[in-house]
């Protein structure tokens, strides 16, 4: 079996999942190509139909704002949707340009990748409800993002052990992230602190502030390095379709103070592996982080905890039996 993985770069954790994918695919010992198309294809995505899929490609996986583009006769069709950007539950936490052009545009498109698709995935049981809760779908199936946690591990770097208390964020600088309450949380907190913050795939944002340290994008061995390095992941995200971030600093050995929202609780446990707080209330954040800096035994249980949750629930293991009973059931027809 061959499967096709057609995607338009979006400067996004969707090319992460992609590539994550067909490694995962390749593990199960089938074969899996990645075809990467331009972003300006986003815009008129019904151009990807005159691309033909490689020679003896019997499924192909798709990102919902194009995948019916890439439905092709006799090929079995799956389509993953990463976070519902059409849910009124996201609606406070874009612009109104945004709002329109996911109401005007991608909505359509994704309402034609489901139509077109055999089987739409999601990455987290929260996404799952929201699109049955919304009618776009009759059913999908929760197949949860996960990390290689044999990179994504604690390593030999620990944490910062002089005066000051590292916290790190990871992701882009938009309101939707939380970017916005960075600063206020780093200003209530106080001298000792420090926030490192790596930016996004998107763009070079920065924060101008004394104890915050932009770090831009980096390369994915360093980004571990910081994980290793810190004294706890800081999200305070208002919207995830499932939380890469607070996952991957779980398997690296990381306690987590994250927002009580979405898709996070599904990955954090509450006062197992982190804190989840109150969405946008800067007292909450303040307070978890201070109790990580005056209990370190604390900081270590829950780093302990959250490496041992990502091992046995969002490892590329745990994901590779569900992955390989799809494929060996297109194989057989029995999906």
């Known amino acids: 079996m ?17 590539e994550r994918l067909a490694t995962l695919i390749k593990s199960c010992g089938f074969a899996a190509e990645i075809t990467w198309f331009p972003h300006h294809y986003e815009l008129h995505p019904w151009d990807l139909r005159r691309f033909s899929p490689p020679q003896g490609t019997s499924l192909t ?36 340009a945004q709002h329109l052009y996911h109401l005007a545009v991608i909505r359509r498109f994704e309402r034609l990748s489901f139509a077109s698709a055999d089987l739409v995935t999601t990455v ?18 929760t197949i949860h993002y996960w990390v290689d946690t044999n990179r994504y591990s604690p390593g030999e770097v620990s944490a910062s052990s002089d005066a000051v208390f590292r916290l790190l964020f990871v992701g882009n600088l938009t309101r939707r992230k939380g970017g916005d309450l960075l600063i206020p949380i780093i200003d209530a907190l106080g001298e000792g602190f420090e926030l490192r913050v790596v930016g996004g795939l998107r763009g ?31 999200c305070p995200s208002r919207y995830e379709g499932f939380g890469a971030t607070p996952l991957e600093a779980m398997a690296c050995g990381k306690p987590v103070v994250v927002a009580d929202n979405s898709a996070l609780p599904e990955v954090t446990e509450q006062g197992v592996t982190g804190i989840l707080c109150q969405t946008d209330n800067i007292e909450g954040f303040v307070s978890a982080i201070r109790k990580f800096r005056d209990d370190p035994a604390m900081g270590q249980r829950m780093g302990a905890a959250g490496r041992s949750r990502a091992q046995a629930l969002f490892s590329e293991e745990a994901r590779r039996q569900e992955v390989l009973a799809l494929l060996e059931a297109v194989l057989v027809k029995d999906i």
Request: net charge positive; glycine share 6%; charged share 20%.
């Open 2 to 18: 061959k499967v096709w993985l057609p995607t338009v770069r979006a400067g996004s954790g969707t090319d992460v999942f992609t």
């Open 61 to 96: 996986w798709t990102n919902t704002w194009n995948g019916f583009a890439f439905r092709r006769q006799g090929i079995f069709h799956v389509t993953t949707e990463h976070h519902c950007v059409f849910d009124p539950l996201y609606r406070p936490y874009k612009n109104f």
């Open 204 to 234: 070079r944002e920065e924060l101008s502030h004394p104890q915050i340290v932009p770090l831009n994008r980096l390369d994915e061995a360093s980004l571990i390095a910081e994980y290793r390095s810190c004294n706890l992941l800081l």
């Open 124 to 141: 987290s049981h929260f996404t799952a409800n929201r699109l049955l809760a919304l009618g776009v779908v009759g059913e999908v199936r």
